[in-house]
């Protein structure tokens, strides 16, 4: 029997502007549909509450996916306060409330604790894995489990405006693993008072922006539109923060097939430039990817070839 065709090799990253009410396991569903790609992937998470940018990996982009995940985020939220909710954002029943309110003072005042490297405990309801299962089925379970703290970074927190006398809105920068949802609500109690996330916007993922991005409609759209390919970003896009190496024909033929290449001679250090031991590169051939690999011991060996 014949074995039933999983989709086409598509290669390439899909920056989609995530809509409010889907969640980021579907939205990469549909446009995987669209590209009818055999492989796809994110670049992070964003709750289905969450707007904004959702980097999708198709085919070999899936291999650079770690390159983003690691890469600095910006976010946009409003925090409402005088509300605690179970989830931590306007989605969860209420747990507790306060009637006192913080005029923008205070909110400027508490911000710089919440910048740098900080400790952070993740919401309830979050997909961090424990005990083998996620956080938000133990909690949708009513399992009392212990969220242990965490240490994430924070390089800026920027009160943008005082939407009304409930509600205020931000504007972070932030490193990898940080939870905004525990943000605002930490703030809040910092604060005096309580509070939870009532809106989210990712505004950047890596290296990617809403620049980048694409509605659902205009992607999934009536068949008049432009091809989904042409919104189809380049696997090194997401590589900008890696030093590109250029191989020749032999080097990238071994280095296809997992072979370290040699780097001695006085011409390969000139290449190299100021790498440093251990540093990573984006080998390229004829204007292609051809591997992520790292500088060790005078050779590049291939840490991630990439099928291209």
Not at 22 to 49: C, Q, Y
Not at 73 to 88: L, N
Not at 264 to 291: H, I, N, T
């Amino acid at each position: 029997m014949a074995r039933k065709r999983r989709g086409e090799k598509v290669d390439g990253w899909l920056i989609l502007d995530k809509p409010e009410g889907l969640n980021s396991t579907r939205a990469v569903a549909i446009v995987r549909r669209v590209f009818d790609a055999a492989k796809a992937g994110h670049a992070g998470t964003l709750d289905p509450l969450a707007t904004g940018v959702l980097p999708i990996a198709l085919g070999e982009g899936t291999k650079t996916v770690p390159f983003v995940m690691d890469g600095r985020k910006s976010y946009r939220f409003e925090v409402r306060w005088g509300e605690a909710r179970a989830t931590d954002d306007r989605e969860g029943e209420v747990t507790a409330t306060s009637a006192h309110r913080p005029d923008a003072a205070a909110i400027a005042a508490a911000l710089p604790g919440f910048i740098g490297e900080i400790d952070q405990v993740p919401p309830r309801y979050s997909a961090i894995m424990i005990d083998g299962a996620r956080a938000y089925d133990l909690a949708r379970a009513n399992e009392v489990v212990e969220m242990k703290s965490r240490r994430v970074t924070v390089t800026r927190f920027d009160l943008l405006r005082i939407v009304d006398a409930d509600t205020a809105e931000f504007e972070i920068d932030c490193g990898k693993g940080t939870y905004v949802r525990s943000l605002g609500r930490d703030l809040a109690l910092a604060l005096g008072t309580v509070g939870h996330v009532h809106s989210l916007r990712r505004l950047r993922a890596g290296p990617f922006t809403l620049e980048h991005a694409i509605s659902l409609d205009l992607l999934d759209g009536p068949e008049h539109g432009p091809a989904p390919q042409s919104h189809l970003l380049p696997i090194e896009t997401a590589l900008d923060d890696i030093p590109a190496l250029a191989l020749n024909g032999m080097e990238a033929t071994q280095m296809r097939s997992g072979q370290p290449v040699p780097l001695f001679r006085a011409v390969d250090l000139q290449r190299l430039g100021s790498l440093e031991e251990g540093g990573m590169v984006c080998a390229m051939s004829d204007g292609k990817p051809v591997a992520l690999a790292r500088f060790s011991q005078g050779r590049l060996h291939p840490v991630r070839v990439l099928n291209l």
